[in-house]
């Protein structure tokens, strides 16, 4: 089992840019994804790495937009979004498991944390 904290959420400008830590108690063989939640809409999928960060996917509302990388000896997982957008307002989750998989599918998730994008 893993635990899993997500931090650097808050208010951010139109056109700003945001990076977003995961903290895990063991990262080790697990993929992260990270998925979001707007308020009234379905939880979606916006980026995932490999358990050996060989392999990452994106969304398409952040392709071009979003890079996620992870750092094994500090156990952390990081997504970084920029050009940041009305739309990308959300509680965004980090979720583990030992393959990505969809939004329904992850063992593991964090509690969120917000991120409020607005003038």
């Known amino acids: 089992q893993v635990q899993l904290v997500e931090s650097g959420g808050g208010l951010v400008q139109p056109g700003g840019s945001l990076r977003l830590s995961c903290a895990a108690s063991?990262?080790?063989?697990?993929?992260i994804g990270w998925f979001r939640q707007a308020p009234g809409k379905e939880r979606e999928g916006v980026s995932c790495i490999s358990a050996s960060g060989r392999s990452t996917s994106f969304s398409g509302s952040v392709k071009g937009r979003a890079t996620i990388s992870r750092d094994d000896a500090k156990n952390m997982v990081y997504l970084q979004i920029n050009s940041l957008k009305s739309e990308d307002t959300a509680v965004y989750y980090c979720?583990?498991?030992?393959?990505?998989?969809?939004?329904?599918?992850?063992?593991?998730w964090g509690k969120g944390t917000l991120v409020t994008v607005s003038s």
């Open positions: 979720a583990a498991d030992r393959t990505c998989r969809g939004a329904n599918d992850m063992s593991y």
């Open positions: 063991d990262l080790g063989g697990y993929a």
